[in-house]
């Protein structure tokens, strides 16, 4: 079998052309490979992982986004606010929690004497915002969730809070409700995880608030102990 180049069939073929002019068409397709992050090859850095990570395209909200939101904190924070996914205003300024939301949550983390520069770092399990701000679908997830968990073991957190019942349903892969996943400590990735209320809820339902304070009290005293 003889096996001919590439090269050699274009150069025959172009010079078919040059004898019977445009009635033969050549076109050389460029195929693009789209390079695949492993998981093995994530940085140490918190920083670099942004580089590396903030141009993705792994699901189709890399297309519909305007910017992809990271997260934001203490790269050293002792806890970690984990939210469900951005939503519009997170998505045009790039920073989680932004909107009324942000703000009631900013009031709670003076409660408990922080901020959200001071030993916490806030997120989101998904990094772009789902249209519509719809509940992240477990494909979504199962493209993202591997950039949670190395931010996770980045800053190794002494606690996780899950913001909301899908953001804890989504880490705890269950399909509990939020009162059953309250008032109790779980594990992810062996990080202590405790689930509250989504401070949207609380601007919805001001009748929560007591409830989320309880925990937040107790997330101090666990952070601080």
């Not at 195929?31 to 590396?52: A, H």
């Not at 920073?95 to 942000?102: S, Y």
């Not at 922080?114 to 979504?140: F, M, Q, W």
Request: glycine share 6%; net charge positive.
């Amino acid at each position: 079998m003889i096996f001919i180049s590439d090269e050699k069939i274009i150069q025959f073929l172009n010079q078919t052309k040059e004898v019977y002019g445009d009635e033969i068409n050549i076109e050389k397709k460029i195929i693009s490979s789209k390079k695949i992050i492993r998981k093995e090859d994530f940085p140490s850095d918190l920083d670099v992982f942004y580089n590396q990570i903030n141009k993705c395209h792994k699901c189709s909200l890399g297309s519909s986004r305007t910017n992809f939101v990271f997260g934001v904190g203490d790269k050293n924070a002792s806890l970690m606010l984990v939210g469900e996914a951005p939503g519009e205003n997170e998505d045009l300024k790039g920073e989680p929690f932004v909107g009324r939301a942000g703000k009631l949550l900013d009031k709670i983390l003076f409660a408990i004497k922080r901020t959200r520069n001071e030993d916490v770092y806030i997120c989101n399990v998904i990094k772009c915002r789902p249209p519509n701000n719809r509940d992240p679908l477990t494909s979504e997830v199962k493209e993202c969730e591997p950039y949670l968990i190395h931010q996770i073991n980045l800053i190794k957190p002494k606690l996780i809070v899950a913001l909301g019942r899908v953001a804890g349903k989504t880490l705890l892969n269950v399909d509990n409700s939020l009162k059953s996943m309250r008032g109790e400590i779980h594990n992810y990735h062996g990080t202590p995880l405790i689930v509250t209320y989504h401070p949207a809820a609380l601007l919805r339902n001001p009748n929560w608030k007591p409830l989320a304070w309880e925990d937040f009290k107790w997330i101090q005293s666990i952070i601080e102990s």
